[in-house]
């Protein structure tokens, strides 16, 4: 970035500073939930996900900042010509699974009512999966200048298969690392009910990678060749 010009720094800049801005609002929006949710304040253990949580967006931020930033501005925008309407209703869905309804039944399980409890030891686990996801998901962020949060061919930007990385591997990583993620929550917070909606969640999931994947087939080129040379969507060796 040392020889970019001052105007895209500035628009780099500030995209990403927009980019966590925003990611930091969802993260207090989930805070304020499971804290309503469970009545009361006392309880520590849930704030190892949260700050465990906001480290993960500054370090992502920074790395797509440094590698990507293009992708940053991209990503921002608000409109995006061509989206398909069935992944704008599944995108925001499964956006509020994690958003709201994985913090509220946390908060009503470890604290109001106390129906369950994972034992710590597990948490080291769950960070494993933040670990992993995030280095999936910022891997495949680099490499793929097309990872737009919505479904759309993306004709004005000469949309091309992207085989290199994670991509080589499976169809769709983006995805993966979003279900590692899911599945640190609970483990983090110590909650065994919040699997109910992350499982949830884990199955728009896949059904949101079975209608890309067959969008992608039916409108990219070059896809279906691609398809064939990597043979899972989103589990390596299963599907």
């Excluded at 500073?17 to 939930?33: E, H, M, V």
């Excluded at 769950?126 to 097309?146: E, F, K, Q, R, W």
């Excluded at 992207?162 to 769709?172: D, E, F, K, L, N």
Aim: glycine share 4%; charged share 15%.
């Amino acid at each position: 970035m040392t020889n970019m010009p001052e105007k895209n720094f500035e628009e780099f800049k500030l995209a990403a500073i927009k980019q966590l801005l925003i990611t930091s609002i969802f993260l207090l929006i989930q805070i304020i939930i499971f804290f309503v949710s469970a009545g009361h304040i006392t309880n520590q253990r849930p704030w190892l996900y949260f700050i465990t949580t906001f480290i993960n967006y500054i370090v992502s931020t920074v790395i797509q900042y440094k590698l990507n930033p293009q992708l940053v501005v991209q990503r921002l925008k608000a409109k995006r010509k061509g989206s398909k309407l069935w992944d704008e209703i599944l995108m925001r869905t499964i956006n509020l699974m994690i958003i709201i309804a994985v913090p509220a039944v946390a908060g009503l399980d470890v604290s109001r009512f106390q129906w369950s409890n994972i034992d710590i030891y597990f948490a080291p686990i769950g960070l494993v999966c933040v670990v992993v996801s995030s280095i999936i998901l910022n891997y495949a962020m680099i490499v793929n200048i097309h990872f737009e949060p919505t479904v759309r061919i993306q004709k004005e930007r000469n949309h091309k298969v992207i085989t290199r990385g994670p991509y080589s591997i499976i169809r769709h990583p983006g995805y993966l690392a979003g279900i590692l993620f899911a599945i640190s929550i609970p483990l983090l917070i110590g909650s065994f009910f919040s699997f109910i909606p992350v499982c949830i969640y884990i199955f728009l999931m896949i059904i949101r990678t079975w209608l890309e994947d067959k969008t992608l087939q039916k409108e990219l080129e070059g896809y279906i060749d691609y398809s064939k040379q990597v043979r899972y969507r989103l589990f390596p060796g299963i599907w």
